[in-house]
């Protein structure tokens, strides 16, 4: 039998490459598996946002109190298909109990830490891989439709500045304007985060990543494993071609992790964010910044020279077929938002974004196998956390202290 491999990273999307990129920086010898190849799935046409200001979870008391609303409503902002009601309901619970106010302010507060953590992370790793060509610092709107929908908002933002989260607060649209020219009169106020940052195509930044990666000496190859062994002196993975041994395994692969897990013993209450775009080539519109509409959810971005449209909480699943009215629709909303857009010619997407109850990754060891680590779950913050996110795995591995603590993210928390 060959001799194990050193580390292998399972999954290349941008916590994956993130994962090896930061490993091989320690002097690892890291092999990177993925069943498609770098950046296949939601790690290519995601809307490209470092959203290091969004601290608050998805589950809040507040959206418990508009989700039988939304649910209501095949195309709104938050929906499940009738087809996936019963399946997702233990998930469901679980969201209902992280929205609690104990559960909720413990999330809030670990969420804020890893943000900050991982806004520093991703510096350094700009820097490390030669970056910031793909960065675009411009900020971003939050976009509020009259004084009652901004004074409901007021919550959200006095918790970022508790946080230290820099924003100014608009009060009128020529205000508004004179950061982001063409929208709607209806939107009144804003608030505008100056230090928020995008990249200009997230497909181009995790390949850019991985190639800096793969220079420096770390190999990719293309499986599908199946299953995950523990074994006192190594790890075994099987895949439809044979076992690949290694002395430690990180499982990184998104929306798919769950099934990995279940193998060691795991069953970890991971479920699908379902989330669509259009994207518009050149010339569509002059977006100077991100642009948020909160109670849309949607946001309209900068994506190599185009703009993207897209958003929205569809939980789905897996394995349902893609419902791509959501994708027009949002973009149907654009259109009234941005009267000059110009929405021909788009190209509609659908990414699978893993997602727990509480907003909170999965960082951590496995409870049966302790060589073998969890880097999932992110749910739409997988860009925005993948830098931070390789640097505690990182430590994990290397056997040395977490720069924060992760016991929040454990496996074992629910």
Known sequence: MNKPYDIIVIGAGIVGISIAKALQQTGRTVTLIDRKGVALEASKSNAGAFAFADIVPLATPRIMRQAPKWLLDPLGPLSIPPAYALTILPWMMRFWRASWPDRYEASLQTQAQLMTFSQEALERQVTLVNGERFMQREGQLQLYEGLKQFNASQPVWKTRSEHGIDFQLLHCAASIAEIQPGLDTRFTHAGYTPKWLNTCDPEQWAHHIAEHFMASGGALKLANIEAI??????????????????????????????????????????????????????????????????????????????????????????????????????????????????????????????????????????????????????????????????????????????????????????
């Open 229 to 414: 062994f523990e074994h006192p002196d190594y790890v075994s993975l099987a895949t439809q071609d044979g076992e690949l041994r290694a002395k430690q395994v990180v499982v990184a692969s998104g929306a798919w992790s769950h099934k990995l897990t279940k193998t060691l013993g795991d069953h970890i209450p991971l479920e699908t964010e379902r989330g669509y775009n259009t994207t518009l080539p050149a010339g569509a519109f002059d977006l100077k910044t991100h642009l948020t509409f909160g109670a849309h959810g949607f946001v309209v971005t900068k994506i190599a020279g185009g703009i993207r449209v897209g958003g929205a909480v569809e939980l789905g699943g897996l394995n349902l077929a893609p419902n791509y009215a959501r994708a027009q629709m949002l973009l149907d909303k654009a259109a009234q938002f941005l009267p000059t857009l110009n929405t021909q010619n788009g190209e509609q997407w659908m990414g699978f974004r893993p997602s727990m109850p509480d907003s909170l990754p999965v960082i951590g060891s496995a409870s049966k196998a302790p060589n073998v680590f969890y880097a999932f779950g992110h749910g739409h913050l997988g860009l925005t956390q993948a830098a931070g996110t390789a640097e505690l795995v990182t430590a994990l591995a290397n056997g040395t202290e977490t720069a924060i603590s992760i016991d929040a993210f454990s496996p074992n928390r629910f």
